[in-house]
């Protein structure tokens, strides 16, 4: 199966602009989905598709994709934010997801 | 709204069999459309894809755990189910199951929702 690589961690200041990258061969095909996991709590979708957020996701987080790399950008990052992102994509041995971006808000 | 919700034993002894089951509410399986997933995560480690099951039955499992995995569907009860056989160490996760539809449903693939999530301890 194919293999999703993301940045392990990265920090950015409150209210400033974070940008997640997702790479792999299975998105040059399809599209990826994001997903917030924070500490004990299952991972919740917060984009699909294109850039698609599901109700109950704030406007600041946004998706975009070009050849094999997929980008989660929050923009006016909050506090709440911290927290573990994974993308996610079909491939040709059904799903595979990201290893995962550690999100720390200064 | 769709809510998810494993159950099973949180303990199992390495060899043994690790049994889990997701209840469906808010939605029926029957309807289709939908693949009912399992997911699971390695203390803290990422996510991995187990395998799915649409309400025919038909299954689709990871090629790295498909030897151990059985995935099953209990339409009449709303439910569905996992088996991992000869479990180890390496098994000790959490689990969890999700719903993704399938792509004639939706070309847009993604998990939502998940269950909370049960961790599953393998140790003698």
């Known amino acids: 199966s194919s293999e999703l690589t993301q940045d392990p961690a990265v920090s950015v200041a409150l209210g400033q602009t974070v940008r997640i990258t997702c790479q792999g061969d299975s998105l040059r095909s399809y599209y990826a989905s994001w997903y917030q996991q924070k500490p004990g709590q299952a991972p919740v979708l917060v984009i699909y598709g294109k850039n698609n957020r599901p109700s109950g996701i704030p406007d600041r987080f946004s998706g975009s994709s070009s050849g094999n790399t997929a980008s989660l950008t929050i923009t006016g990052a909050q506090a709440e934010d911290e927290a573990d992102y994974y993308c996610?994509?079909?491939?040709?041995?059904?799903?595979?997801f990201g290893t995962g971006t550690k999100v720390t808000v200064l | 709204q769709v809510q998810l919700q494993e159950s099973g034993p949180g303990l199992v002894k390495p060899s043994q069999t690790l049994s889990l089951t997701c209840t469906v509410s808010?939605?029926?399986?029957?309807?289709?459309?939908?693949?009912w997933s399992w997911i699971r995560q390695h203390p803290g480690k990422g996510l991995e894809w187990i395998g799915y099951i649409y309400y025919s039955g038909s299954t689709y499992y990871n090629p790295s755990l498909k030897s151990r995995v059985t995935i099953s569907v209990d339409t009449s009860k709303n439910q569905f189910s996992l088996k991992l056989s000869s479990v180890t160490a390496a098994d000790t996760a959490v689990y969890y199951c999700?719903?993704?539809?399938?792509?004639?449903?939706?070309?847009?693939?993604?998990?939502?929702?998940w269950g909370q999530g049960t961790l599953v301890t393998v140790s003698s």
């Open positions: 999700a719903r993704v539809p399938t792509p004639e449903t939706d070309w847009l693939s993604r998990f939502d929702p």
């Open positions: 808010g939605g029926s399986i029957s309807s289709g459309g939908y693949y």
């Open positions: 996610n994509s079909r491939d040709s041995s059904g799903y595979v």
